[in-house]
C-alpha cells in the first residue's frame, strides 16, 4: 500500500498534538470515489475530536476531517454518474485533512466553474446541517421568524442565507457589533448582542408567522445552557433545534412551558446519519443538488471564508475556530489545481 500525508494525531489534547506525516493511501471501493483533496473545511467537532470527545463512527477514518473539495482521480466499481477529473466537494464521516481521501459517491457535489475549490471545501457540512435541520426537520418556510445562535459562525453565516432566500426573517446572536454589521450584509434583520442584551426579551418582541411573540424556529449550537431560554423564546407551535453543545449538556427543561406552547425540541447528528437510506446522508446530498446548489451556482448564497492556511498550518486554525474573531468558515489547503 502506499503512502501520503495526513494530519496525524499523536494522542488527544491541544492544537499542538497534530502533526502533519505519512498515513496509508486509500483505496476506493465500490461505490465510492478517490478525491485528490485540494481543500478541507475546519469544524467544531474536530476540534472536539482532537480533544477525544467525539470519535468518528464505526469504520470511518480516523484522521480529522468532515469535509473537503478536490478533483476525482479515480472511481470504483458501481459509480456512474461521476468521472476521473470533475471538480467536486464532499460531505465525509472523517478523513479529510488529507492529501487524498474516499467517499461514497453518494456524499458529492459538483463544485460550480465559477467557485473556487478552496471556497468550495467549506460548504457541505454546513449546508448539510443547515438544511437537514431547518428546512427537513423544522419545516422552515416564507414568512417565519428564526433565531439562529451563533451567527457568525460558519453554520450560522450559511442559515442566514438560506433562510432570507427562502422568504423567512432571520434573527441573529452574535457577540460584537461587528458581527452582527456582517449578519446585517448577508440578510438578517433583528440583531441581538448577547453580551449586552437578553436574547428572550429581544425575541419575545418580535411576531411569529401567526402573530404570536417569539421564534417559529431556534437553530442552537450551545445546547444545555440555553435550554430554559430557548424555550421561553419559542413562540407558539415553535421548533427548538439543537445541533451542538458548546453551553454544556445537561440542562434543566420546563416541560409545562413547553406543554404550553405546543412546541418541539429536536436534536440532530449529521455525521453518525447512516450512508443510505432514510434520513441518510445521501439524502440530505440528494435534497441540496436539488434545493441549494442552484443558488450557490448563482451567487444567491455564497460561502463565507474567514481565512484559508496550510495544511501545515492546521494547528493555527484550530486556534483560529476556537477564537471569538472569527466570522465564517476556516479552511486548510491542501494543494493547488
Not at 417559529?216 to 430554559?228: C, F, K, R, T, V
Not at 443510505?276 to 446522508?281: P, W
Request: proline share 5%.
Amino acid at each position: 500500500m502506499g503512502r501520503v500525508r495526513a494530519i496525524n494525531l499523536n494522542g488527544f489534547g491541544g492544537p499542538e498534538v497534530m502533526e502533519w506525516a505519512e498515513a496509508p493511501d486509500p483505496t476506493p471501493g465500490h461505490g465510492a470515489v478517490l478525491i485528490e483533496v485540494a481543500a478541507a473545511g475546519v469544524n467544531r467537532a474536530d476540534l472536539l475530536q482532537r480533544q477525544g470527545f467525539y470519535p468518528p463512527p464505526a469504520g470511518a477514518s480516523e484522521i480529522l476531517g468532515l469535509e473537503v473539495s478536490g478533483v476525482i482521480a479515480e472511481v470504483g466499481d458501481g459509480v456512474h454518474d461521476w468521472h476521473v477529473g470533475d471538480r467536486v466537494c464532499a460531505l465525509l464521516s472523517g478523513g479529510g485533512y488529507a492529501e487524498r481521501v474516499v467517499v461514497p459517491a453518494t456524499q458529492l457535489l459538483p463544485v460550480p466553474d465559477e467557485l473556487d475549490l478552496g471556497a468550495a471545501a467549506g460548504l457541505p457540512e454546513v449546508a448539510a446541517t443547515v438544511w437537514s435541520n431547518l428546512v427537513t426537520t423544522a419545516g422552515m418556510h416564507a414568512g417565519q421568524l428564526v433565531l439562529i445562535h451563533g451567527g457568525g459562525s460558519g453554520i450560522g453565516t450559511h442559515a442566514i442565507q438560506l433562510a432570507v432566500s427562502r422568504g423567512a426573517r432571520v434573527a441573529v446572536t452574535a457577540g460584537s457589533q461587528r458581527k452582527l454589521e456582517r449578519c446585517e450584509e448577508l440578510g438578517a434583520s433583528v440583531l441581538i448582542n448577547y453580551r449586552e442584551k437578553d436574547f428572550v426579551a429581544a425575541i419575545r418582541a418580535e411576531k411569529s408567522s401567526a402573530g404570536h411573540p417569539g421564534a417559529d424556529i431556534i437553530l442552537d449550537n450551545m445546547g444545555a445552557s440555553y435550554l430554559p431560554r430557548n424555550v421561553e423564546a419559542l413562540a407558539e407551535h415553535g421548533h427548538l433545534v439543537v445541533i451542538g453543545m458548546q453551553g454544556g449538556v445537561n440542562g434543566e427543561l420546563n416541560l409545562a412551558a413547553l406543554l404550553g406552547k405546543w412546541g418541539s425540541i429536536h436534536a440532530n447528528n449529521l455525521r453518525k446519519r447512516p450512508a443510505t437510506g432514510n434520513h441518510s446522508k445521501a439524502a440530505v446530498i440528494t435534497d441540496l443538488i436539488q434545493h441549494v446548489w442552484p443558488l450557490i451556482a448563482d451567487g444567491t448564497i455564497v460561502p463565507v471564508i474567514h481565512a484559508e492556511l496550510a495544511i501545515e498550518d492546521a494547528p493555527e486554525a484550530h486556534r483560529m475556530l476556537d477564537s471569538s474573531d472569527t466570522f465564517g468558515k476556516v479552511i486548510l489547503r491542501v494543494r493547488e489545481f
